[in-house]
């Protein structure tokens, strides 16, 4: 239950900066942004190489995202592939029981 809870956080906490971050651009690459930040040198400057510097930042973090949701999705699977073999183990647990119980009536 706290794994879940974890990983809807971790899920809410990314939404809110993406959706913080997108809120304070203004227009690309046409100088600072709404946040009251300048957004660093070549956007202020704004102009072709504002708006190229922009868009190689948002690239970089479209790309770091995309590694984010890989990096969740493989570690969702791995986690189902645990949960599965412990269902097996368990599973034979309860037949192996279940035979004893059988062989207790048995024997009566």
Do not use: P, W
């Not at 100088?31 to 510097?53: I, M, N």
């Not at 599973?91 to 009566?108: A, F, P, T, V």
């Amino acid at each position: 239950m706290a794994r879940l809870l974890m990983r809807s956080d971790f899920r809410n906490c990314i939404a809110t900066q993406i959706r913080m971050a997108s809120e304070q651009l203004g227009e690309l690459g046409k100088g600072a942004g709404k946040g009251g930040g300048g957004g660093g040198s070549v956007r202020e400057a704004g102009g072709a190489l504002g708006k190229r510097g922009a868009a190689q930042e948002e690239s970089y973090f479209r790309q770091k995202e995309k590694e984010q949701m890989e990096a969740l999705r493989k570690h969702h699977e791995e986690e189902i592939a645990h949960h599965k073999k412990e269902i097996e183990r368990l599973q034979k647990e309860i037949d192996r029981y279940k035979g004893k119980i059988r062989k207790l009536k048995h024997d009566d």
